[in-house]
């Protein structure tokens, strides 16, 4: 391949080189097939950086003082030198989103190009998650709508009130999604008009709910009382909430469907971390590394770019200090190369375990892995024993029954596909998080509210539950309570909140 | 495809909204914390921000998980010895699965802290003491600056350009770069005019004198006008506003019956003047007297935090105060207040001798003197001499204080006498 000058050699960034090195980057993931959205790189500063950090991602948000907390945390830390901030926040948004810090150098500058602007973009725009469950084209119109209308609320009915809704609502937040349901499309214009329709019609619903709980002598009581209500357990508690809980406002119901809203933008990010930070780094990888043989970036160029690389991915083990659980950057990166070398030079396990892959062109299993996939599934499919024997996995079973640890599964050839399994589950949101339901409301009586939670592995709920059904009640409005359903069948009440303790 | 927009000219304080909120909704912790600070700190550094620590509990946003207990499995890496069927026993009681080493599940029992702005800090030193909006915003401003004139730089903006010297310096570097020429020019002259006046017009030699003299004259000639180097700009500097300065004296009773929280409340108020003060002047000197039957000149330390016992001769204070006047403080150079705090208590027979002292050799001295009584008590003696006192002199100001938000009051006239 001929030598061609580098773009730049000093470390110095200018509006220029970012172009220049964009283009080159663009290039080269064209010729990988990478499919993105258009890119919007912005500029910013350290400061407008944890302004970024602290409203989680969202370029528009509305104020709740959780952020302002989240704000005071990042500038402690930063102020501190204990964190550096991150090299990228990307938005899934159609243009997308990019930050570039002013302080990074070039090569961390194009690293975050590649990596962000590339990586994570396509993997927005192709992931079947974020095809079927997030919109980028309205993303942040829908943003700009919620943020003016929580302000609009907050004029009317005051900050204190709004603050209310909003803590019980982000209380609820991971449960205020459809795992599910598909749903259906909006625009900013749509949602406006659609909003006052279902201000209306919403409390409509409500009255119906009302006007059965109101004990009605000359009615079927019985067969009434033997239905619950909802007929089949929910899982969208903030759903069930927006369309039924009885003493709310219609604006609290708007409020509580723009957290929802918010929860169901960011949910295929929580389930797809691995692949997704897998994928960026991946690339950035290789599209700097091909940068480089192509004699467009210098020596040194290409040892900062790996040494931040090999922070990036690297994974402390279990007894280090430093462990805090797998590092999804590791991972992912591993999982991702590794799917390259088997269908580039599979050795004879390989062929054993993906007789598909083995062979085939990387380029394209790649991307399908990529598109099909989320975490649980993308390791029950494609962690292979090599992976599994590089990172030394080991699987650990606490039992609270016994006495020990017990170390069940290995790198080894009896171990790797518990080892496969009991990771993917790890991956799993819903092993991760309670499974908790909707269960029934009392209509015929005090219009009490029951979530049943269906235990697994008899594991319990944590501490915060009381507080958990302080908020609910807050939002429902009357008495509610938690049921546990054990692994036997047999059910008990854990928690109750008769409202008048509120 | 791709845009690049630098952003970086956008506000930074996007998130302002939210961190004022989150101190609006933890005011009363902050406050603590706060009122914390206040107790700890010297007068003088009343004006930084503060470290806030708030108990993590009470800022958490509860989510809904698992709690220990149960049955599961855990992936690690970095198996290092491992085998399967191993037992290893549990790391810190009932904790997690986390291999051999202590679990990390403290985190979060950590206070959250973070760290107030000196306005934030202001804000609610302010709220406590109730006072009005003018009054705090004129306390919180920041010090006016001047601009002055400050000679000549360099560099500088086309307005700013000084023609004068710029061209007294274009003058001066032609003249030292055009003088060696034209010395050699006059010595040229001469040459020819001589060498004229013994050979022919077209000599060689002759000729060649005068392409020199040609070429000097270009040299001359080359040496340009005015050049960048000869500009001047006219330098202006910011300086603080002159002021003069001030002296405040802190004096405080000591006695057995002062107890902790009388004098914190006289902190307060000490503070507050301080505030004022610092305001107004660019140098202020802090003198503490305390005294129980005898006055003493102390540091801070000893002021807040000594006990002493013993009777009340507030004389003793007013007598060392004059004397430290005197010696130290010349009024004709030094802007004097006085802040005096006592529970009331003092010997009858010295009452009528502190109304006198003041009258006739402290008040005429003092731009102002702030007396306040912390008590819940009936007005003692002294109390009815100062009145007295009060009569006489406009810039007396007294007050009886029970709790901190009665501070203010006396306040009231020394701004009054501000806006005028």
Known sequence: MKKREPISTGSEWTFDLINRYDQEIARIAASYNLETYPNQIEVISAEQMMDAYSSVGMPVGYHHWSFGKQFLETDKNYRRGRMGLAYEIVINSNPCIAYLMEENTMAMQALVIAHAAYGHNSFFKCNYLFRTWTNADAIIDYLLFAKNYVTHCEQRYGEEQVELVLDSCHALMNYGVDRYKRPYRLSLAKEEARQKEREEYLQLQVNELWRKTIPLASRGAVEDAEQRFPSEPQENLLYFIEKNAPLLEPWQRELVRIVRKIAQYFYPQRQTQVMNEGWATFWHYTILNRLYDEGLVTDGFIMEFLQSHTNVVYQPSFDHPGYSGINPYALGFTMMSDIRRICENPTEEDKRWFPDLANTDWVKSLDFAMRNFKDESFIAQYLSPKV???????????DDSRKDLEITAIHDDQGYQSVRQMLSDQYNLGNREPNIQVYNVNRRGDRSLTLRHYQHNRRPLGDSTDEILRHLARLWGFTVRMETEHEDGSVETTHELVVGEL | MTQVIDRRLNGKNKSAVNRQRFIRRFKSQIRRAVSDAIAGRSITD???????????????EPVIHH?????????????????KGDRVPRPGGQGKGRGSKASNSGEGEDDFTFELSRDEFLEFFFEDLELPDLVKTKLAKLESQKTVRAGYTTAGIPTNINVIRSLKGALSRRIALQSPYKKQLQDKERELEDAL????????????LKNEI???????????FIDEFDLRYNNR??????????????????????????????????MLLYLFLTRNYEKIDLVFIRHHTIALEVDEEDFFYSRETGGTVVSSALELMHQIIEERYPSSDWNIYAAQASDGDNWNDDSPLCRDLLRDSVMPLVQYYAYIEITTDVHQNLWHEYLNVKKKYPNFAMQRI????DIYPVFRKLFKKQAA
């Open chain 2, 237 to 270: 500097v910011k300086r603080q506003v002159p002021t003069t300065q001030a002296v405040m004296f802190c004096l405080m009773d000591v006695s057995g019956s002062m107890d902790q929280e009388k004098k914190d409340i006289s902190k307060r108020f000490f």
């Open chain 2, 197 to 208: 006046k013994l050979h022919g017009e077209y000599e060689p030699f002759v000729v060649e």
């Open chain 2, 67 to 83: 709690g220990p207990g149960g049955k599961r499995d855990m992936i690690h890496p970095g198996n290092k010895e491992f085998v």
């Open chain 2, 214 to 224: 040609k070429f000097l004259r270009k040299k001359i000639k080359a040496v340009p």
């Open chain 2, 402 to 405: 029970e709790g901190v938000q």
């Open chain 2, 46 to 60: 009343v004006e930084q921000g503060e470290n806030v620590r708030i108990p993590s509990k009470d800022i958490s």
């Open chain 1, 388 to 398: 599994i024997r590089d990172l030394k996995l080991f699987a650990v079973l606490d």
